[in-house]
């Protein structure tokens, strides 16, 4: 089968992997990703409609597509069964909430799909991909708030898990899947588009800062071992806290401890999840090292959302995975009707294997979350009027396994002693663990957390220009040199355009799905920009 996708910067030679996903998803994979999306905008065409004639659409539909874009984020599901089953799935909710609609309804013929064979699908599925828009600068936008709706689902997904829903949030993502379906929008039109989707994605962002400090608390500054312990361990990945809640709780007492990874490092930053005594340290690094160190953690493995890297097979028996995430031959943990997961398989396999081999020594801090900046807020301020601190540079965003991501760590490394480096997502192991000091007793690193926290960072530099009385943001003495990787990164740029920030430079290279001149109508307006050599950046960042 043929495929195209160029949806996460990794992409093969920075224009679209077409042979394999560079990510290890095959052309069938992606064929049935696509052919799911095609599916739920047509599902999405309904529940619009039934909106527009007054009727509700019921939380698990919306949770349901919601799901359905998660699934289809980078590194989310490598399973072809299962999202064979979820296109399915799809159909007949589309098929069943239809009858709702008078029979004149107008609606799109992916509302409607008949699938009545795997092979049906996959021929579908090559008429529906990204490459059927023709016109290169709408399939660009297209793709842009696509990729956009996708990362603000799986920040939804967390806040939804929690009890917190945001209906307008899931009724504007159901109404713009379905409009990217209308060939009557134009250039002008989509980009309206895009920034309302980062309205909403600052909504949903503020949506779930709030379910996870009011389920958890305020994350607080932190001090996280590296090292191991001798008992056998649970590593737990990606981002569901809820999760790691979850096992942690069925883990207390057992003799086994709960290793974090990634993604899951901030959750140690939580004053609700200090109180558990097996409640370990944090294991390895960012995402794309997990070949190397899940085979040395030695005990179960649990990824709880994106990123997983198709496994090895000397630890693949090992691995688990829930929620949106699937891979094949894997098993998966699901919620019962109340949302509870039962983790005893993975507590009683880890009682049979050996404690994780140590990958390092030391300590690492974290938790600067909003609230712990605020807290800190006449220490910070004073430093600014003294010029302890000079510039603060926001480096948000993913690690990834290319070469070129040297580069940020070569830039933390020449930054000025007076900057203090602001940032949430994996793209801090780069820097995190570098000898970078402090400035007085405000640290030159400050992790506000996951991807998911990076709400954190715009309360922080909205603080900051509140305090010294700035009329915009963009006055503030902060550079913005940002990693992305994937559909997160994507709605957090959405976010970041809505609010009005400018000069954003984002690397370690440009979104292949932007066209020439969309980039073009990016830098006019945002003065967007991608990266350079280190040296040459400092200058034009005025950090020389």
């Not at 920075?14 to 998803?25: A, E, F, I, L, N």
């Not at 713009?176 to 909403?200: F, H, I, K, P």
């Not at 057992?254 to 004053?271: F, I, K, N, R």
Request: proline share 4%; charged share 20%; net charge negative.
């Amino acid at each position: 089968m043929k495929m195209f996708c160029y949806q996460c910067q990794e992409t093969a030679q920075g224009k679209g992997c077409s042979v394999k996903g560079v990510c290890g998803k095959t052309p069938e994979i992606a064929a049935l990703q696509d052919l799911l999306i095609y599916a739920t905008k047509g599902l999405c065409a309904i529940t619009t409609a039934l909106r527009a004639q007054g009727k509700s659409v019921e939380q698990s539909c919306n949770f349901f597509i919601t799901i359905n874009l998660f699934t289809t984020i980078t590194n989310a599901n490598f399973d072809l069964p299962k999202l064979e089953q979820r296109v399915r799935e799809t159909v007949a909710l589309a098929a069943k909430l239809k009858r709702e609609l008078p029979k004149d309804c107008a609606l799109p013929a992916c509302a409607s799909l008949n699938l009545d064979s795997r092979e049906t699908m996959f021929a579908l599925a090559e008429s529906c991909g990204v490459l059927a828009t023709k016109n290169e600068d709408i399939r660009s936008l297209r793709e842009l708030i696509t990729y956009g709706l996708k990362g603000l689902c799986a920040y939804m997904k967390h806040a939804n898990v929690l009890g917190f829903y945001d209906e307008a949030s899931d009724a504007f993502v159901q109404k713009t899947l379905a409009a990217l379906l209308d060939d009557g929008l134009g250039v002008a039109e989509l980009t309206a588009l895009a920034l309302e989707t980062g309205q909403y994605g600052v909504t949903i962002m503020a949506l779930l800062d709030r379910a996870n400090t009011e389920t958890f608390g305020n994350p607080e500054i932190t001090t996280v071992d590296l090292g191991v312990r001798n008992n056998p361990g649970i590593l737990i990945s990606g981002h569901d806290l809820k999760d790691l809640a979850m096992l942690l709780e069925q883990a207390e007492g057992s003799g086994v401890d709960v290793y974090t990874h990634s993604e899951m490092l901030p959750a140690h930053y939580y004053p609700a999840f200090k109180k558990y005594r097996c409640f370990a340290g944090n294991y390895g690094n960012a995402w794309w090292l997990q070949k190397e160190e899940f085979a040395k953690f030695q005990g179960p493995i649990l990824m709880t959302t994106n990123c997983v890297v198709p496994p090895l097979e000397s630890y693949k028996s090992r691995l688990f995975t829930t929620g949106p995430v699937y891979v094949e031959g894997c098993e998966h943990i699901e919620a019962d009707e109340n949302g509870h997961k039962d983790f005893s398989p993975l507590i009683a396999l880890a009682k049979t294997c050996q404690p994780p081999q140590e990958l390092e020594k030391g300590q690492i801090v974290g938790g600067f979350a909003h609230e712990q900046v605020f807290a800190l807020a006449d220490t910070v301020v004073s430093a600014i009027k003294s010029g302890a601190i000079k510039r603060f540079v926001v480096m948000a965003g993913c690690d990834g396994r290319q070469k070129s991501r040297s580069y940020y760590a070569d830039f933390a490394r020449k930054l000025p002693s007076d900057t203090v480096i602001l940032t949430a997502g994996c793209a801090k192991y780069k820097y995190l663990k570098l000898p970078l000091g402090t400035i007085g007793d405000v640290p030159r690193v400050l992790d506000a957390g996951q991807c998911n926290d990076c709400y954190s960072l715009v309360r922080i530099a909205l603080k900051l220009q509140e305090v010294f009385g700035l009329a915009s943001v963009n006055d503030l003495p902060i550079v913005y040199n940002i990693s992305w990787y994937e559909q997160k990164a994507v709605i957090v740029l959405l976010a970041l355009l809505h609010l009005g920030v400018q000069k954003i430079h984002l690397g370690p290279t440009l979104p292949a799905f932007l066209s020439p001149n969309v980039v073009d109508v990016l830098v006019k307006n945002f003065g967007i920009a991608g990266i350079t050599d280190v040296d040459q950046d400092l200058k034009l960042f005025g950090l020389a």
